[in-house]
């Protein structure tokens, strides 16, 4: 069996006072899971996936991701790391507004030093794959939040990564939006794509989890895997 795409080993992560944000958490991902992890504010849901995505370090542990332990990477090694092996989406979209669409979803391929014909046959396959490529000229503040949450995702997909980390990507969005990129998440899934989602929507979770975990004072209280989607 191969090894597991993400390996959380006996993490920790304490701040200056008050409890860890997380103790003493294990935990395992297979490539092409669609893992929700739940849990009320404070439960140390962010805490795991800036750990994962390499913003911060366990205190005590070790964070494994598609074969590197992140936690001993350079500054300059996870910045490669990210452009490389993960891509994010946020709850507010984190486009830039002076930028076209095209342009947006362009960017991590001209800073991972993509060729430029091939970062644009790339974009456009992405924009036509999310049902977008009719507003590729289009600046995101003319969209509507689903619309902008698809350039997000294009964006995040766009250097093929091995892990696809979603921060409550529906928390901006009114219903209709959110059940849109709740059908976007589990078709990505179900074409391949491992993804990790930290949010509050149960709903979300239920459509497009195959997995989920429950954090309670940074500890996996409940883990489920999904018999059928």
Known sequence: ????????????????????ALAGLNLEVRAGE??????????????????????????????????????ELTEAALAKYRRERIGMVFQFFNLLDDLTVNDNVLLPAQLAGMPRAQARIRAAELLEYLGIDRHARAFPGRLSGGERQRVAVARALMNRPSLLLADEPTGALDSASATDVRELLTELNEDGQTILLVTHDTALADACATRTIELVDGTISRDVRTAVR
């Open 34 to 71: 669609a893992l929700a992890v739940l849990g009320p504010s404070g439960s140390g849901k962010s805490t795991l996936l800036n750990l994962i995505a390499g913003l911060d370090k366990p205190s005590e542990g070790s964070v494994t991701v598609d074969g590197l332990r992140v936690d």
């Open 1 to 20: 069996m191969t090894a597991p795409l993400i390996q959380i080993r006996d993490v920790s992560k304490k701040y200056d006072v008050g409890r860890p």
